[in-house]
């Protein structure tokens, strides 16, 4: 097991000045139609991840799927993107994590930009669905100047990920460098405490979306799946941190990973469940768009992009 206590820390760029990254193809939002609602995943950016970080992580074996064309490697490092997801459906918006904003450095912080981008100011975001309270899902919930970015949303978390992150004596029994993740987790969600709803479990997350628990990562780890009047789509967070490596190597887990073999067990449970049930899925660190379906290859996995005609 792998513990937050044990985790590296990330660069938290606390002076650097965010810049948007965006495809070669000059994009940082995409957007299609479902069902009755229309979903548009957004490009905060990308995030270098070295090998290193990467648990059960094999040269070879990597080397082997690296070949398949699927990835690109630079500096030993595997450029991870960061997503985030607007729903707009019956006349409401939902925003599913809310990317970096500056706590990360340059090449993330674009989510916001992409909001601009599809015609959407903040104060018209309803609700706001966290996956966990890490700062590349949680660090967009506020403005530079420290409050909401978000004006009128209310914000559902799940209740284990609160508890978690605003645990005084889980707090204390970590090392110094890694409290400031729970430093950043609060000054996030704070600016929403009088409009914050916990969720318990499993159950409606927002009409129209039902929330997963989904431990392992966080404690509180949720996925969120979308029933849009006939045709669903699951979003589940962090479930795969690396499109290239782990439909292939599930067993590998990332340091950021707080329980590993509980990853390893949702991951699986997740991936079997997509596959027979034939899922659109999508997650938060899948390759932009981030849409498609898993498929069963041997013991382990393939991903499947969505065919464009999702684009519109």
């Known amino acids: 097991m792998s513990t937050l206590a044990a985790a590296p820390v990330l660069s938290l760029g606390g002076g650097a000045v965010a810049r948007a990254e965006v495809t070669e193809a000059g994009e940082i939002t995409h957007g299609f139609a479902l069902g009755d609602a229309r979903v548009t995943v ?32 630079q500096d030993n490092a595997l450029t991870i993107p960061v997503n985030g997801y607007l729903v707009e459906r019956g006349g409401r918006r939902v925003l599913i994590d809310t990317g970096t904003a500056q706590l990360m450095g340059p090449g993330l912080g674009a989510l916001h930009a992409g909001l601009a981008a599809a015609g959407v100011a903040p104060e018209t975001i309803d609700t706001i ?12 919930l506020l403005a530079a100047d420290g409050t909401a970015a978000f004006a009128n949303a209310e914000l559902v978390v799940a209740q284990r990920e609160w508890d ?22 609060r000054r996030a969600v704070a600016p929403y405490a009088d409009r914050l709803r916990l969720l318990a479990g499993e159950g409606e997350a927002a009409p129209g979306f039902a929330a997963l628990d989904l431990p392992g990562h966080t404690p ?16 589940w967070g962090d479930l795969i941190h690396s499109t290239a490596l782990q439909f292939a190597e599930p067993g590998w887990t990332i340091a950021f990973d707080a329980d590993t073999a509980q990853t390893v067990t949702t991951r ?29 290859q041997g013991a382990a996995y393939a991903w499947q992009p969505a065919p464009w005609q999702f684009g519109l």
Request: proline share 4%.
């Open 220 to 235: 509180g780890h949720t996925g969120f799946m979308l029933d849009a009047g006939g045709e669903g789509l699951l979003f």
């Open 268 to 296: 699986r449970r997740m991936l079997d469940r997509a596959v027979a049930d034939n899922l659109l899925v999508t997650g938060a660190h899948l390759d932009f768009p981030a849409l498609g379906r898993v498929l069963r």
């Open 129 to 140: 669905l966290l996956t966990h309270m890490h700062p590349d899902h949680a660090g967009g």
């Open 164 to 185: 978690f992150w605003h645990d005084d004596a889980i707090l204390a029994s970590v090392p110094e460098g890694s409290r400031g993740f729970f430093d950043i987790a």
């Open 42 to 73: 957004l490009l905060d950016g990308h995030l270098p991840v070295g090998t290193q970080l990467i648990n059960g992580y094999d040269e070879a074996r990597a080397q082997q799927v690296l070949a398949q064309g699927l990835h690109r490697m």
